[in-house]
T-cell receptor, first 111, second 115 residues
Framework: QKEVEQNSGPLSVPEGAIASLNCTYSDRGSQSFFWYRQYSGKSPELIMFIYSNGDKEDGRFTAQLNKASQYVSLLIRDSQPSDSATYLCARGGDSSYKLIFGSGTRLLVRP | EAEVAQSPRYKITEKSQAVAFWCDPISGHATLYWYRQILGQGPELLVQFQDESVVDDSQLPKDRFSAERLKGVDSTLKIQPAELGDSAMYLC?????????????FGPGTRLTVL
């Protein structure tokens, strides 16, 4: 079992819709979670992080964390074609601060 | 806006040759990471430095890979000899340790192709 699991997709949504990206993790001791966006051929760029149970909003993005279910999600409201990318979920927060990444979910936003 | 710098951006080499990648972290960031990302997968940590000291190199193939951060600022990752399976994106990231919210910022990466 991988430490961080994501559906590879692609997840296809129409422009203006809400895209929901999901991530599960196996280590109950994980403290913080990060979402990165990666365009094809480019490096990951940070969207947001979350470490408390519940929701955290930043513009069109909302991260949700449920530690009891070991589940993290990212909601993208009013999806735009420019949001089409691979979204990487990572867990961090252990003593070394290193990140463990999932394989990413590819999102396609149809005009 | 401060960024992580990496060079070269692209490198094509033949197997058995030596290659080297350079990274300059965001100014003031004490922690530097080298990741390898194979197409279709997430980045995997190769080595982590805190200042000039190695914190974690458990996934670094030490028979062929080496990394250094001599003055605790910029860093070099070397592969000698390169193998076909080393073709990947090599990413450098840096962070200013902040406990549970420690946030890593990535450079543009070096795309390595081994022929």
């Amino acid at each position: 079992q991988k430490e961080v699991e994501q559906n590879s997709g692609p997840l296809s949504v129409p422009e203006g819709a809400i895209a929901s990206l999901n991530c599960t993790y196996s280590d109950r001791g994980s403290q913080s979670f990060f979402w990165y966006r990666q365009y094809s051929g480019k490096s990951p760029e940070l969207i947001m992080f979350i470490y408390s149970n519940g929701d955290k909003e930043d513009g069109r993005f909302t991260a949700q964390l449920n530690k009891a279910s070991q589940y993290v999600s990212l909601l993208i409201r009013d999806s735009q074609p420019s949001d089409s990318a691979t979204y990487l979920c990572a867990r961090g927060g252990d003593s070394s601060y290193k990140l463990i990444f999932g394989s990413g979910t590819r999102l396609l936003v149809r005009p | 806006e401060a960024e992580v710098a990496q060079s070269p951006r692209y490198k094509i080499t033949e197997k058995s040759q030596a290659v080297a990648f350079w990274c300059d972290p965001i100014s003031g960031h004490a922690t530097l990471y080298w990741y390898r990302q194979i197409l279709g997968q997430g980045p995997e940590l190769l080595v982590q430095f805190q200042d000039e000291s190695v914190v974690d190199d458990s996934q670094l193939p030490k028979d062929r890979f080496s990394a250094e951060r001599l003055k605790g600022v910029d860093s070099t990752l070397k592969i000698q000899p390169a193998e076909l399976g080393d073709s990947a994106m090599y990413l450098c990231a840096s962070s200013q340790p902040a406990g549970v919210t420690d946030t890593q910022y990535f450079g543009p990466g070096t795309r390595l192709t081994v022929l």
